[in-house]
């Protein structure tokens, strides 16, 4: 028994999102939120046959406001898609201020709310996201999420394709850790479970192959839409998965794990011990995390990794400090 609230619904990623939401039988509530085109996408999800009652809602008349009350969980695919030529970070321009604004609605509105960002740069919206909160005086750092799914399953695909076993694709679960663009995104293939036979793991050159496929699949969609945007039915698909981790945790299910871009200075045990492992004092990471009915429930260690692995944590690091920095500062220089 969930409402969840869709802000940028009428996108590339927000609609097939809220199909897929609509489709799953717990999620008792759709609301969708757009500047363009939320009440049609609205009315036509609500002839699907599922109990979730959908609704739309557009600015201005308090649509916002609207559309976030009474949320549980508010997933946030608004802003811009890169194009050719462009990094996530060139979005930033446009999109912060997006976030920043759609933010403060859920902060004022349904400040209980579990938040799971999407829109990128993921590194550097999702710290934007909880300056706001902070600034409301409403910030739990255990509701909100950076949606780094994506990658995850990238991961489990290519590592199948790369062994020509289609089948594991689904079943293959890679651990990616770091943040959400390019060098900052760290598939540990090492802790594949089931576990990756010694040929891939040995193979220099098939590991960094893949490593940089994951790495940078993201621009092989905007390369192959040519202009048209980025991913965005694959990322509904991994969305959606997120969204249902959620959703089984709030309803007591226990054990849920997901990989997650979180802020680390969390009161969830496992924060401090991810710093040490890192010998850094980096404020957010995307790691596994064990999810209950408040959230964070525990950060997990990021463990055991293999040396070409360790070695890409210096550049990871360096960058997602930036980008943090960059989120961070949008709305504390902006006091
Ligand atoms: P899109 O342009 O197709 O859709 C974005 C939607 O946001 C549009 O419908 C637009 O009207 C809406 N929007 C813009 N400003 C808004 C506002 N202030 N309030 C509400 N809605 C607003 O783009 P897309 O392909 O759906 O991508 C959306 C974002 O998701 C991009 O930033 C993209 O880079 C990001 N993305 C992230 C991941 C990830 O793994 N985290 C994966 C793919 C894409
Ligand atoms: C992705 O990984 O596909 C998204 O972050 C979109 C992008 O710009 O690559």
């Known amino acids: 028994m969930v409402k969840v609230v869709v802000l940028g619904a009428a996108g590339g990623i927000g609609q097939p999102l809220s199909l897929l939401l609509k489709t799953n039988p717990v999620v008792t509530g759709l609301s969708l939120y757009d ?13 699907i046959n599922t109990p979730a009652k959908v609704e739309g809602f557009l600015p201005p008349n308090e649509g916002l406001k609207q559309a976030l009350t009474g949320a549980e ?12 030529g462009m990094t996530r ?43 706001v909160f902070k600034k409301h005086g409403v910030f739990d750092p255990k509701r909100i999420f950076g949606v780094t799914t994506l990658d995850v399953v990238r991961a489990s695909t290519f590592a199948a394709e790369a062994l020509q076993e289609p ?12 943040g959400h663009s390019g060098v900052t995104i760290l598939p540990i293939f090492s802790q594949a479970q089931p576990p990756l036979p010694a040929s891939f793991l040995e193979n220099k050159e098939t590991l960094e192959a893949i490593t940089h496929r994951v790495r940078y699949g993201g621009d092989e969609v905007v390369k192959a839409k040519d202009g048209a945007g980025s991913a965005t039915l ?50 957010y990471f995307s790691v596994n995390v064990e999810l209950g009915p408040s959230g964070v429930e525990k950060i997990l260690p990021i463990g055991k990794v293999t040396a070409y692995e ?17 989120g961070v500062s949008f709305i504390d220089g902006a006091k």
């Open 35 to 47: 500047i363009v085109n939320a009440p049609g996408v609205a009315v036509d999800l609500s002839h």
């Open 73 to 84: 969980i508010v997933v946030i695919p608004a802003g811009v898609p890169r194009k050719p």
């Open 89 to 131: 970070d060139d979005l930033f321009k446009i999109n912060a201020g997006i976030v920043r604004d759609l933010a403060t609605g859920i902060a004022t509105t349904a400040p209980k709310a579990f938040v799971l960002v999407i829109s990128n740069p993921v590194n550097s919206t999702v710290p934007i996201v909880v300056e």
């Open 167 to 178: 089948s594991l694709a689904s079943k293959l679960v890679v651990p990616v850790i770091g």
């Open 234 to 283: 694959s990322m509904a698909y991994a969305g959606a998965t997120f969204v249902e981790k959620v959703v089984r945790a709030v309803s007591g299910e226990k054990n849920i794990v997901a990989p997650t871009f979180v802020y680390l200075e969390s009161d969830a045990a496992g924060g401090a011990v991810i710093k040490q492992e890192l010998g850094t004092d980096v404020p």
């Open 310 to 326: 360790k070695s890409l944590f210096a550049g990871a690091l360096s960058e997602l400090e930036t980008n943090i920095k960059t």
